[in-house]
C-alpha cells in the first residue's frame, strides 16, 4: 500500500497550488480520501474529505471557498486545489484514505510566505 502526495512547495500569498495523492495496493475505489495537514507546534486537522464515488465532499471552515477536493477513480488519484492562498496554509499536508482500514501519505510540504 502506498500513498504519495506531491505538488507542493513555497508559493506567495494569494498563489495557487494543486497537491496530488497517487494511490496504490488497494481499490481506490472503495475509500472515502481525506486531506489533513499539521503546521508546526499544532495538531494535525481535517483539511477537506471526499466520498469514495466523489459525490459528497466536505471542507474545513478556514478552507471554504479558496479549496476544491476532487479524485480521479481511474487514476487512483486524489486532489487538492488550493486556491488564495494564505501564510496561514503553512503545514505539511498528508492524504488519508479510510475504509475498513487507514492508510497516510508520508506528507509534502506548503509554505505560504512573502
Known amino acids: 500500500v502506498r500513498l504519495v502526495e506531491s505538488g507542493g512547495g513555497l508559493v506567495q500569498p494569494g498563489e495557487s497550488l494543486r497537491l496530488s495523492c497517487a494511490a496504490s495496493g488497494f481499490t481506490f475505489s472503495q475509500f472515502d480520501m481525506s486531506w489533513y495537514r499539521q503546521a508546526p507546534g499544532k495538531e494535525r486537522e481535517l483539511v477537506a474529505t471526499?466520498?469514495?464515488?466523489?459525490?459528497?465532499?466536505n471542507y474545513a471552515d478556514s478552507v471554504k471557498g479558496r479549496f476544491t477536493i476532487s479524485r480521479d477513480n481511474v487514476r487512483s488519484t486524489v486532489y487538492l486545489q488550493m486556491n488564495s492562498l494564505k501564510p496561514e496554509d503553512t503545514a505539511v499536508y498528508y492524504c488519508?484514505?479510510?475504509?475498513?482500514?487507514?492508510?497516510w501519505g508520508q506528507g509534502t510540504q506548503v509554505t505560504v510566505s512573502s
Open positions: 471526499i466520498s469514495s464515488g466523489g459525490i459528497r465532499t
Open positions: 488519508r484514505a479510510r475504509f475498513n482500514v487507514d492508510y
